[in-house]
């Protein structure tokens, strides 16, 4: 476990989770790989908390590193999913879940992605987007980031001078810059993406597939979209 700020706390992994205690109970942002709800519980327990405290889950996208485990803990906590509009059908296990934008450029290997082990399909009770808070506490609010998929979000806490919530729409290498990651490519979409999310101030950021930066995070952002 990793304490990124008060009451923010990253579950490691191959995709990394991340834990909000607040006063309104615990959030959850993405749930990582099928089967590796274990580690959010044992977070969960070192900060005194329980999946029963959990009051909300929130989803980034729908890749099954993100949504593994939500099913699982909906069950266990009772809490409402909320999740991206363009991305809430794959959730439910009603549409293919889409596929990384990287292999558009080596299409030969798709069907090795249809052959990953597939996440329990899970109720989405609320819709999120940008502007609209549809029931999730009133410091959480929702970045509308597609590119790495079609309805991808990235969620931003006020708190500890801003914490985002950064999802897959980019990685943070060890020197401290902001990349889009290999999973990704340029496209006018993902890159507006990332302009958008430079518009926006936050000290902190915390990504799915990189370690945090921990300070002066929205100046990465904005340096990268100075070249873009």
Not at 97 to 122: E, I, Q, S, Y
Not at 180 to 199: C, K, Q, V
């Amino acid at each position: 476990m990793t304490s990124v700020a008060d009451g923010v706390h990253q579950v490691s992994g191959y995709s990394r989770s991340f834990i909000i205690d607040g006063d309104e109970g615990v959030t959850l942002i993405d749930t990582g790989l099928p089967k590796k709800d274990g580690a959010i519980v044992e977070v969960l327990s070192s900060i005194g908390r329980s999946v029963e405290d959990v009051r909300r889950i929130g989803i980034t996208h729908a890749h099954v590193d993100h949504f593994g485990n939500a099913a699982v803990l909906k069950r266990r906590s009772g809490a409402p999913v909320f999740a991206p509009k363009r991305d809430a059908a794959a959730i439910r296990g009603e549409e293919k879940t889409p596929h990384p934008p990287f292999l558009d450029r080596v299409p030969f290997l798709k069907p090795l992605f249809g052959l990953m082990p597939g996440a329990d399909p899970v109720q989405v009770d609320a819709l999120v987007a940008e502007g609209e808070q549809n029931g999730l506490p009133g410091d959480l609010k929702v970045i509308d980031t597609p590119g790495h998929t079609p309805g991808h979000v990235s969620f931003l806490l006020e708190r500890a001078g801003g914490v985002l919530f950064v999802g897959d729409a980019a990685v943070a290498t060890k020197s401290g810059e902001v990349k889009r990651g290999w999973m990704n490519r340029s496209t006018p979409s993902f890159d507006a993406s990332l302009r958008h999310i430079a518009e926006f101030d936050f000290d902190i950021a915390v990504f799915s597939h990189s370690n945090p930066l921990e300070r002066s995070a929205a100046d990465a952002f904005r340096r990268l979209a100075e070249k873009l």
